[in-house]
Every structure is written in C-alpha cells, then in structure tokens.
C-alpha cells in the first residue's frame, strides 16, 4: 500500500441478482451484502471457490453486470463516483482513463494484429501511433510472445499465446483500477513470473488492483490482503440471509436481496 490509504475503490452491501429472461425471469441470487475497500497501490485478491461469483463481482466494477443493490463506489480526490446507477455514456471514459480489466478470455476480432490489440487502449486516449507501437512490442517482448506471431490476428493463437496479448493490452494503457481475471492461468512459470512483476511494478506507481488468481505461489507474492468470499457469495444457491458471515473485519452483516432487474 502507499501512503495514500484512502479507498480508491470501496463496495458496501453489495447484492447481485440475476434476472435469467430467457428462463421464464427466473432469479438467481449470487452475492449479498458485500463490503470491501481497495487503496491505491495495493492488491486485494479474491477467494473462494469456482463459481461463487469472484469474476462476477469484477465483471460489477467494470460495468458489465449491473449492480442489484448496495454501492459501489469510486473515490477521487475532488469526490466520489458512484457506479451502481452511472449513466451507460459514462462507461466509455471511466473504461478509458481509469479502470482496466484483463479478461479471463482474450476477445478475439478477426484480421486485427496482436500488436494492434494491444495498441488499442493508449490509440483510445489519442497517443502517438509510433510511442503506442513501442511500448505494445516492449509488452509483448516482455512476455515473451515471439515476434513473428505480432502482426497476425490471435484467433489462431494458443490459450496462452492469448493470454499474454491479452495481459499486454490490459496494462499498456497503466490505468489507475486493475481488474485481473487469473491472468496466469494458462502460462508457463517463466509467464508467471513476468506477470508478477508487471503486478508489483503497477502496484509501485500506485495502481489498486483486484484480482483472481488460482496459483497460490503467484497469490503468496502479489496478495496485499485476501478476501474470502464464502459469506456473501450464494453461488448460486439460494440462502437465508442469517447463515450469511461477514468475512473479514470490513464486510457488513449480510442484508436481505435486492431483486432488482439486472442487465445480465
Ligand atoms: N450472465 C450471467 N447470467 C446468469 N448467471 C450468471 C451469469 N454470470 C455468472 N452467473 C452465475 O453466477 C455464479 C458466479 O459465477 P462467476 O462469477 O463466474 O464465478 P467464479 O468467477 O467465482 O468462478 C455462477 O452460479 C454463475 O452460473
Ligand atoms: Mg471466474
């Protein structure tokens, strides 16, 4: 953590409902009263097991799932944003300038390189086309993607081929909020490590970070703090709000539902 210690990002009684439309509305509830802060520099990693919602709250914070109920909130310091009801229009610059998420899976367009991929982010913000060019290869380089893979189109790659244009494009653009979905997932221990640094170089300049991560020699070295999310996430089973433990000294009580509708 930094000397900054004020949360840059905090979630306070956070549900979320599925809404399954093509299922008859059928609601899936999968989170309920969640509570977290997250200071600039630091890496707070996610735990629990497959399927209670770990990348679904990521998915949250970056706007792709709507939140059901509870805050999140993004603080800067002249104020604070509140991300539960910002307008879509806003995603746009938010996604640009200040969070970035490296997916579990690359989303592949066909007939863009993987050079350009991972140009993309920094081209957003208007930077130089040759400085964007540098600092992709430098990424790739770096993860040791070989050269004569950069200006083709990744459909074709490997898992872990993917993965690394992937992570490279997530931190080129050195957002201010990382979400990082088990980006070492499908790499070599060689991959791993430089993921690590890329990890503890980003926390160095004071990124806040959230992150998945399976390998628990990669989680012993990059974990600031974990945070266990057996309590509040219902994995999709429904629950009595009694049973539901606040995890650490910072999550709320568990809070009845919320059956909002939600995007997803
Ligand atoms: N878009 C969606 N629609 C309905 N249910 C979903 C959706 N995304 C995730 N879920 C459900 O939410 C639960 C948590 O999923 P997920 O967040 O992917 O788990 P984890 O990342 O911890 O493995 C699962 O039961 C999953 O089926
Ligand atoms: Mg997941």
């Not at 459909?155 to 201010?176: D, K, L, M, Y």
Request: proline share 5%; hydrophobic share 40%.
């Amino acid at each position: 953590m930094t000397a900054n210690s004020s949360p840059f990002l905090s979630a306070s009684s956070l549900d979320k409902t599925f809404v399954l439309h093509a299922q008859g509305g059928q609601q899936l509830a999968v989170m309920r009263g969640l509570s977290l802060s997250l200071a600039p520099g630091e890496c707070l990693v996610l735990a629990g097991r497959s399927g209670i919602g770990k990348s679904t709250l990521l998915k949250m914070v970056n706007g792709n799932y709507r939140v059901s109920g509870g805050r999140l909130t993004l603080h800067f310091d002249d104020g604070a944003l509140e991300l539960s009801d910002l307008p879509a229009q806003a995603w746009h610059r938010l996604r640009r300038d200040v969070i970035g998420y490296v997916s579990q899976f690359l989303r592949v367009v066909p007939r863009v390189s993987a050079r350009e991929v991972v140009m993309e982010p920094l081209l957003a913000r208007g930077c130089d086309t040759h400085d964007a060019h540098q600092r992709a290869e430098t990424l790739l380089a770096r993860l040791n993607l070989p050269e004569r893979l950069w200006a083709l189109a990744p459909g074709t790659f490997s898992g872990g081929e993917q993965q690394r244009v992937n992570i490279a494009r997530g931190f080129i653009a050195e957002h201010p909020l990382l979400l990082l979905d088990e980006p070492t997932a499908s790499l070599d221990s060689a991959n791993r490590d430089v993921v690590v640094e890329l990890i503890q170089e980003a926390k160095a300049r004071g990124t806040a970070m959230l992150g998945i991560f399976h390998d628990e020699e990669v989680r012993t070295r990059v974990a600031d703090r974990l945070l266990p999310l057996e309590g509040h996430m219902l994995g999709g089973t429904e629950m009595p709000a009694s049973s539901a433990m606040p995890v650490s000294s910072e999550s709320s009580s568990a809070t009845a539902p919320s059956h909002k509708e939600s995007l997803q």
